[in-house]
């Protein structure tokens, strides 16, 4: 499945232009979901929340995999709400799916030109 993208957005952090399209359709989120199912974890939100060093570390594996899952842990609805949005915020990334204590973020991998 190919997913269209339509917005250019800068990372400040390490100048590079990302290609992303906002607001995935159910379909691209349910292709998405399918093939994020059988990967673990990656990165592991803990006590101290979401600092530098754990914002920088999901920005290096979606630059690697593009498709990763976060652990959020000791943290009710609302805050794992919170820190998803500021994810999405801070590493133009998009959240495809969320259960329980898990995230699934999206962010496709740029090719320099």
């Known amino acids: 499945?190919?997913?269209?993208?339509s917005t250019?957005?800068?990372?400040?952090?390490?100048?590079q232009v990302f290609t992303m399209k906002k607001n995935?359709?159910?379909?691209?989120?349910k292709a998405l979901r399918a093939k994020v199912h059988p990967l673990k974890p990656s990165v592991m939100i803990g006590q101290h929340g979401l600092t530098e060093a754990v914002l920088a570390e999901i920005d290096t594996v979606l630059n690697a995999r593009e498709l990763i899952k976060v652990r959020i842990r000791g943290a009710d609805k609302n805050k794992r709400a919170e820190l998803c949005a500021q994810m999405e915020k801070q590493l133009n990334a998009e959240v495809v799916d969320q259960i329980g204590f898990i995230t699934v973020l999206y962010r496709p991998i740029t090719t320099d030109s």
Request: proline fraction near 0%.
């Open 1 to 5: 499945m190919e997913i269209s993208y």
């Open 24 to 29: 995935l359709s159910n379909v691209e989120k």
């Open 8 to 15: 250019i957005v800068l990372d400040e952090h390490t100048n």
